[in-house]
């Protein structure tokens, strides 16, 4: 299969350039870039897959203005004749993952589960950790009434 070396997304074979980075695709991956000094050996783990690759560039904007290490994830699958739904997942270090995930509440990027309090993304349904159902806040204050 072949990759873009720059964006790192996975083709469908007889692809030839990356349509996001328009770049001609390798056969095989470059090594992943060496950890920064100070940080060796600090796991990196997912807080946000969003369906917008320009909001999750401003959502790392964000987060590096605020003193959070932030790579973006393209887990796009690209295939002929109709492109897939883009999935860009938003990585922080462990070491820094609450701290980031509740500025993105802050800033209503992320929301809490009302039955476990886990960080849900705006674009679940349910719940990852519990499975609890999303409503809708227009429903949820519906059902108040």
Same mark, same amino acid.
Not at 12 to 29: K, S, W
Not at 107 to 129: F, H, I, M, T, V
């Given at each position: ?10 083709y =469908? ?17 470059p ?5 920064? !000094? &100070?940080?060796?050996?600090? $796991? ?11 909001? $999750? ?9 605020? &003193? ?36 993105l ?10 039955? +476990? &309090?886990?960080?849900?993304?705006? $674009?679940?349904?349910? +719940? ?11 429903? !949820? $204050? !519906?059902? =108040? &009434?």
């Open positions: 299969m072949p990759f873009c070396p720059e964006c790192r997304t996975e =469908q074979p007889g692809i030839t350039q990356c349509v996001d980075c328009q770049l001609p695709l390798v056969d095989t991956l090594p992943e870039p060496a950890e920064p !000094a &100070g940080q060796e050996g600090s $796991a990196w783990v997912c807080i946000s897959t969003d369906h917008n690759e320009a909001e $999750a560039y401003v959502l790392k904007g964000f987060l590096e203005s605020e &003193g959070i290490a932030c790579e973006l994830e393209n887990k796009t699958f690209h295939s002929q004749p109709t492109m897939a739904t883009t999935l860009v997942n938003i990585l922080v270090r462990e070491d820094q993952a609450e701290q980031a995930r509740q500025l509440h802050e800033k209503e990027y992320l929301y809490r589960c009302s039955n +476990c &309090g886990a960080y849900c993304s705006l $674009a679940d349904q349910a +719940c990852p950790r519990c499975g609890q159902a999303i409503e809708d806040d227009d429903e !949820a $204050a !519906a059902g =108040q &009434g």
